[in-house]
T-cell receptor
Framework: KAGVTQTPRYLIKTRGQQVTLSCSPI?????VSWYQQTPGQGLQFLFE???????NKGNFPGRFSGRQFSNSRSEMNVSTLELGDSALYLC?????????????FGSGTRLTVV | AQSVTQLGSHVSVSEGALVLLRCNYS??????LFWYVQYPNQGLQLLLK??????LVKGINGFEAEFKKSETSFHLTKPSAHMSDAAEYFC?????????????FGKGTSLLVTP
């Protein structure tokens, strides 16, 4: 059973640019959630999608957005990048998003903003 | 809102010694609790989870945790540490807000294993 695939693994962008990250969940999983990990703030919840609908959103500015496609693959977009957006972005795949069956994480995308 | 507190940002043990990583949570409803491990430049790997049922949960790599509702704790233990256990460990609670679910993580505990 394939795991959670995040692409790209590494990304370097310039301030002001925008970036799109991709996450392919485990086959059959309908929930994808996104987390930002930084040394200062730790792991913070960005948003969660289930069957193409955003069900929950963390406390991040509107520059952070996402979407989910009919095949459950998800993308997150960050516009007008700031230096503080440099982080490891992790996505988590889940059957129902409620935790009962656990969450499986991808290896992450390391974003560096210069 | 549900939250997690991990006591000790760094824990050092000798190889072969007991590993004890502490986690306390706050929750107004029965929580789902998780322990994840993260190796450098990698994602999070699930060690174990508690949802319902038996309060002593066994996970991978010899780790286990006990859910103690009265103490609101979910401490992670391993009888004998291996060098390969050196990593960052995160405790998390699945919270159900009015609009959906999310994982709330503790700040993490870095485990160092010395020869």
């Amino acid at each position: 059973k394939a795991g959670v695939t995040q692409t790209p693994r590494y990304l370097i962008k310039t301030r002001g640019q925008q970036v799109t990250l991709s996450c392919s969940p485990i086959s059959g999983h309908r929930s994808v959630s996104w987390y930002q990990q930084t040394p200062g703030q730790g792991l913070q919840f960005l948003f969660e999608y289930f069957s193409e609908t955003q069900r929950n959103k963390g406390n991040f500015p509107g520059r952070f957005s996402g979407r989910q496609f009919s095949n459950s693959r998800s993308e997150m977009n960050v516009s007008t990048l700031e230096l503080g957006d440099s982080a490891l972005y992790l996505c988590a795949s889940s059957l129902d998003g409620q935790g009962r069956y656990g969450y499986t994480f991808g290896s992450g995308t390391r974003l560096t903003v210069v | 809102a549900q939250s997690v507190t991990q006591l000790g940002s760094h824990v050092s043990v000798s190889e072969g010694a007991l590993v004890l990583l502490r986690c306390n949570y706050s929750s107004s409803v029965p929580p789902y609790l998780f322990w994840y491990v993260q190796y450098p430049n990698q994602g999070l790997q699930l060690l174990l989870k508690y949802t319902t049922g038996a309060t002593l949960v066994k996970g991978i790599n010899g780790f286990e945790a006990e859910f103690k509702k009265s103490e609101t704790s979910f401490h992670l233990t391993k009888p004998s540490a291996h060098m390969s256990d050196a990593a960052e460990y995160f405790c998390a609670v699945s919270s159900n807000s009015n609009s959906g679910y999310a994982l709330n993580f503790g700040k993490g505990t870095s485990l160092l294993v010395t020869p």
